[in-house]
């Protein structure tokens, strides 16, 4: 893949997705729901399609040639997924359905044998359902305490308040590195470094950043990292845990089944070596082949280059939201730059609802999120039933935003008319 200067990363790539080339009522598609999934290029989708017409096999089972192919492929993904986010070794990265099963995993192996009455876990009011209610359950199973870091005036993690809430009976610390609604970036090396000080492990969900810039689990130390594959134009069914290598040794398997075994007799078994003592059963192998086909597609355009182009992209949208009176906009506002804050807004219009204005936008063929984004806790501390969030990739376009925008006035516009 090669890209020529005179041209913005959007117009470099957009033929490589083919949805992004249709028309939704009668309308061309714009779509701003990248928070909630990406598109997926041709040389992810080739790569999804060559597994099952090509070498279709189970994949560590058989001695025959599709068998190794696919067995080489599947666990090549994993070196792919290990180099991306600078795993130590490859060992380290573990399979999951996606980053909610990759939260369970931890909860269930690590939380269920490590958490004893009265020990506490520190959470956010911004976390993902994903990364709140398996603790839930763990604590009611442990007796844990769960205890939730605020926000900033800013609406921002309120790391004053996370540093009074740590103590030396905080023996868990699981944190969203971006918020899917807020879009502020927390900062998860200072966050995970108070967390170690106290003896406490440290979780971060990557879902909103993998996919948007470079993440370095070294470099911010964390003891679990979990990511979607669906959210880093990867397919969905596949996603990933990262784990500190003695970590995940330390941890008894979640599921029981084939692939995760070393020995198994009739009245005991014993497990595989990292990573599959955590893989049981087959897999989602052309799904994983795939992910490693994002990873490469993502590296060779470069996350920095991603980043950068996602920023400016930022900038204009808020550029061009905060010139609509009747929006109000959540989270951090980006710098000039569009820097800051992930390229997501969740906003309200006024007393017009967002599935209201979900629903006239795709008429103009926009596709924009509106409910509660699986933060319910967020939005009830925020005072909120809904909000609309309109989010973005490299593929999006300053024309796009433009488009949206434009069709965001004539909806307020009509809504103006039933609420005067």
Request: charge should be negative.
């Amino acid at each position: 893949m090669t890209f020529t200067p005179t041209k913005t990363l959007a117009d470099k790539v957009r033929a490589d997705f083919p949805i992004l080339h249709q028309e939704v009522n009668e309308k061309p598609l714009v779509y701003l729901d990248n928070a909630a999934t990406s598109q997926k290029p041709l040389f992810v989708l080739n790569a999804l399609r060559d597994y099952y017409e090509q070498y279709n096999a189970n994949v560590h089972r058989g001695a025959h040639s599709l068998s190794a192919k696919a067995t080489d492929a599947y666990e090549g993904a994993r070196d792919k997924v290990a180099k991306f986010i600078n795993a130590a070794s490859r060992q380290e990265i573990v399979y999951t359905r996606n980053a909610s099963e990759a939260i369970n995993l931890v909860a269930y192996s690590w939380g269920m044998n490590n958490l004893q009455p009265g020990d506490e876990i520190i959470l956010s009011v911004m976390e993902h359902h994903s990364n709140i209610v398996p603790w839930q359950l763990i604590a009611q199973k442990t007796g844990a305490v769960l205890k939730f870091v605020e926000l900033t005036p800013e609406e921002t993690f309120d790391l004053e308040q996370f540093k009074k809430l740590i103590s030396e009976k905080t023996k868990l610390v699981s944190v969203v590195h971006i918020s899917n609604t807020l879009g502020c970036i927390n900062p998860v090396e200072e966050i995970g470094a108070l967390a170690h000080s106290y003896g406490a492990k440290f979780l971060v969900d990557a879902c909103q950043s993998v996919p948007h810039y470079p993440v370095d689990v070294q470099k911010i130390d964390c003891d679990w990292l979990v990511a979607s594959g669906h959210k880093m134009c990867a397919p969905t069914g596949i996603g990933f845990l990262y784990g500190k290598l003695e970590l995940l040794e330390s941890m008894p398997p979640f599921f029981g089944g084939g692939e995760m075994i070393a020995e198994v007799y009739l009245d005991h078994s014993t497990y595989a070596e990292l990573p599959h003592k955590f893989e049981a059963g087959t897999p989602a192998i052309g799904e994983a082949i795939a992910l490693g086909a994002a990873i490469d597609y993502l590296s060779s355009i470069g996350m920095d280059k991603i980043h950068a182009y996602e920023a400016e992209l930022t900038a204009y949208l808020f550029q061009q939201l905060e010139q609509i009176p009747q929006i109000r906009i959540y989270g951090p506002k980006p710098n000039a730059k569009g820097e800051g804050r992930a390229a997501l807004a969740s906003f309200t219009a006024g007393e017009v609802h967002a599935n209201d204005l979900s629903t006239l936008l795709d008429q103009e063929g926009v596709a924009i999120r509106s409910g509660h984004h699986c933060t319910q806790p967020l939005h009830r501390y925020l005072g909120l039933a809904a909000t609309a969030r309109a989010s973005l990739s490299f593929y999006n376009t300053r024309e796009e935003i433009d488009i949206f925008i434009k069709a965001l006035k004539e909806t307020l516009d009509f809504f103006a008319g039933f609420l005067a």
